[in-house]
């Protein structure tokens, strides 16, 4: 069983940023792809972004440009960074990790963008 903890939501305002970090329990050369979603109240769950262990990534079009994603496979982290947020940033985010044939995902971490 592979656990994906989440850190780094809270309240943030508008025009800030955000840094949001992912741990799994083992490396990250396990999984094909890594990435974030979020879900905001009444609406489902979307694509942030996501990262291959090829190093290809890809960005939903409502972060294209102002958004980020990596990992440290020291650390066997993948971290998030959102800038220039909105009120519409305003989500649960959730780690997610793909071998290929399973899936995890983590606990969840609320995100508020508010003055």
């Known amino acids: 069983q592979v656990q994906l903890v989440e850190s780094g939501g809270g309240l943030v305002e508008p025009g800030g940023s955000l840094r949001l970090s992912c741990a799994a329990s083992r490396s990250w050369f396990s999984f094909y792809l890594m990435g974030w979603y979020r879900q905001a109240p009444g609406k489902q769950r979307e694509l942030v972004a996501t990262l291959t262990v090829s190093d290809s990534r890809n960005f939903a079009d409502s972060v294209q440009g102002r958004s980020t994603i990596s990992r440290d496979n020291s650390k066997n982290t993948v971290t998030l960074q959102m800038w220039r947020l909105t009120p519409e940033d305003t989500a649960v985010y959730y780690c997610?990790?793909?071998?290929?044939?399973?899936?995890?995902w983590g606990q969840g971490i609320q995100v508020t963008v508010a003055s």
């Open positions: 997610n990790a793909f071998t290929g044939t399973e899936n995890y």
